[in-house]
């Protein structure tokens, strides 16, 4: 095999640095991708000649370009709800991520659903807790408790509603747009073709048994019943319900309402942590006391900062990005790491205990869900445990010096600047 000229080897390097330059962004981006000096023998060793789907690499700069330091073949940890199937119904549109399509996340699954004025998520219930926040719009819920009371509460943007396993509950879009929200499940297997639609089973239990149970002529029954549609309403179009406050009259004429408190006003949360890195919401049982099984932490990070090095104890994480570009490595033991990118739509996961962060790399806040089958929020920092041990013992494990050990911010708050 003959020699490559130094004008070709010099040429293929180009091509390489191009094509990273492409995937990243910019060449200064695709410098950072291998820092050291053997980055131009990377650039040129990744060189890519062959087809290459550069919307994808661009995407995902870290994987087709990763750091150095990642290491292994670790699972996948990275998801798109612009990858997912939308069911479109008249009312209204939704899409779903369960282990069919994002395997590592065997805890939680997660449903977007947009509803437009008037347009119904039809009286339904399931067997998983459902936790969720409004993305855009307004929205009206009910959901009839336990004790057989009625509650019903309209939300905006950020507000938060959760429904007990079992609950029967509804969703409407209201007036001037509708609503987008999204759905968390304590169940990785949740699926919405698996809920418990009221029409669905009406129209399958008999005629003349439903007239019994409702006290009236099985005429009445027979032509509604024939005319639901086979497989349930699930999401449909009806004009824009009356007032808050006509509707609450209406269901809770003959009883009180609902003692509990199924909504959320998340504009009314102060950060539990902030600083000039960013600020962390929290949101669980201990503030949002129906929400038994999801916790949350909404995380803002300004551009070029950190949320930063840490961990949770126990429960694995499932993020939603809602703005903003990021990176994020996971570590997943055994000397095994990958990084992978994220903007608005995305999903991560992490395992319990696997140390990571997330890095804003964008040019604007970067703003993303962490949310744990939990009942409460736990993080464990890693600079706040390395401050608060005998500094010789750190620097015997990491080799660094005190001037190091000094410069570490000694607590865990959230994020950090750049």
Known sequence: ??????????????????????????????????????????????????????????????????????????????????????????????????????????????????????????????????????????ARITILDGDGHMFIDDLAQN?????????????????????????????????????????????????????KNWGVPIDKIVPAMDSLPGGGKYIFQEPVPPSLEAARAAANRDRSPSSSQFTFRFKDLKPQREDRGGRVHIVDSTTFKVAKKIAMAHVTVHPGALRELHWHPKANEWQYYLGGKSRMTVFFNHSQARTANFQAGDVGFVPATFGHYVENTGNEDLIFLELFKSDVYQDVSLNDWLTHLPPDFVKQHLNISQEVLDAIPPGNYGTLPR
């Open 1 to 138: 095999m003959s020699e490559r000229t130094p004008d070709e080897s010099q040429r293929r390097s180009a091509d390489a640095f191009e094509i990273a330059s492409a995937a990243l962004g910019s060449p200064e981006a695709a410098a950072r991708a291998y820092q050291g000096p053997d980055a131009p023998e990377m650039i040129r060793a990744a060189a890519n000649p062959g087809p290459k789907n550069l919307a994808m690499m661009g995407l995902q700069p870290d994987a087709y370009f990763p750091p150095p330091t990642d290491h292994g073949l670790p699972q996948n940890f990275w998801q798109s709800y612009g990858m997912a199937h939308r069911r479109v119904q008249p009312g209204g549109w939704t899409n779903q991520l369960n282990v069919s399509d994002f395997p590592i996340s065997t805890d939680i699954a997660g449903v977007q659903m947009a509803l437009t004025p008037g347009g119904i998520r039809e009286l339904h219930w399931h067997v998983q807790d459902e936790w969720a926040i409004m993305l855009a719009g307004n």
């Open 159 to 211: 507000d938060l509603w959760y429904f007990p396993a079992g609950f029967p509950h509804s969703i409407q879009g209201l007036n001037p747009q509708g609503c987008e929200f999204l759905l968390v499940f304590d169940d990785g297997r949740f699926s919405e073709e698996d809920t418990t639609l009221v029409s669905d089973w009406l129209k399958h239990v008999p005629r003349e048994v439903l007239a």
